[in-house]
């Protein structure tokens, strides 16, 4: 559980990282990209400690190697829990978001903008600044494990 979450925060760290550094001086959809998918796999990483923390409670019996399932399965196993169910579809967005057909827009410049289409020919414009937002909702999604983990430690 431990290590998942420590990988957790390594992915963060990386990712900011490229955001304020590589982000800063290439302005490129492929660095957004890059952030995209390092945002994914720090999320990832977070949904397996807390699976992981969930079959130490015998919550769970196994945990599933699919994204998908593992999202299924934390559904499941917290229903009641609305924070965590909308993570799980900021998770499952993001993962659209890299997996889809995208454009580039202003490449070079401040307003650098990765166009991509999802879901029935929904278009999707990640641009610096919403790119921002997903790191601060990836942060606070952080500080949530780690609250729902250390919540475990107390009752001891």
Not at 113 to 133: C, Y
Request: with cysteine.
């Amino acid at each position: 559980m431990k290590d998942s979450f420590d990988e957790a925060l390594q992915e963060l760290k990386r990712v900011e990282h490229l955001f304020w550094v590589s982000l800063k001086y290439t302005r490129t959809v492929d660095v957004i990209k890059h952030v995209i998918d390092r945002l994914i796999s720090c999320i990832g990483f977070g949904f397996e400690s807390l699976l992981k923390y969930a079959k130490e409670k015998k919550l769970v019996a196994g945990i599933p190697d699919n994204a998908g399932l593992r999202c299924d399965l934390l559904k499941q196993t917290f229903p009641d829990n609305a924070e965590l169910i909308d993570y799980i579809n900021f998770y499952l967005r993001l993962r659209k978001l890299s997996n889809a057909e995208y454009t580039r827009r202003e490449e070079f410049r401040r307003h650098v903008t990765m166009i991509a289409t999802i879901d029935r020919g929904e278009i999707v414009e990640v641009n610096i600044d919403s790119l921002k937002e997903d790191y601060e909702r990836t942060k606070k999604f952080i500080a949530f494990i780690k609250k729902i983990i250390n919540e475990e430690k107390e009752e001891y």
